[in-house]
């Protein structure tokens, strides 16, 4: 007797669930694949953007190798010059803006005792 082919339900079954289990994988793998390919081109794309603004802020920038020493010697008295007196404009505003504040303080504080001498005054008048 030759053995017949027979294929029982269970055998089907078994299967169909690694048949399924190959198709989802196959779709997950492609998933994945389609993020990292565009993940991939984003990236490549920003590496471009940095390169041409690099590029672009190389063209701008002036070279101090033309300059002689005398001249560099110039620009950074000028310099210098100016961050002493950003330094000396902050001091005097801030102490202005001091000066102002405690005016106000003081101004305040003149008003609020007038205002309470007049209390004083109307409440004995009212007694």
């Known amino acids: 007797m030759a053995p017949d082919a027979v294929i029982t339900d269970t055998v089907l079954v078994g299967i169909l669930v690694v ?35 690099q590029q672009h802020e190389a063209s701008r920038v002036f070279s101090f190798t033309r300059l002689s020493a005398e001249q560099t010697a110039a ?21 202005l ?18 205002l309470l001498s007049n209390v004083q005054e109307q409440e004995k008048k009212v007694k």
Do not use: F, H, P, W
């Open 19 to 53: 048949l399924g289990m190959a198709v989802v994988y196959l779709i997950i793998r492609e998933i994945r694949i389609m993020k990292t390919s565009n993940r991939t081109t984003e990236l490549e794309l920003e590496k471009d953007k940095l390169k041409l603004l």
């Open 75 to 95: 620009i950074r008295q000028v310099e210098d010059e100016n961050t002493d007196l950003e330094t000396t404009l902050y001091a005097k505003e801030k102490l």
């Open 97 to 114: 803006e001091m000066r102002l504040t405690r005016l106000e303080n003081l101004v305040k504080t003149r008003k609020l005792d007038n």
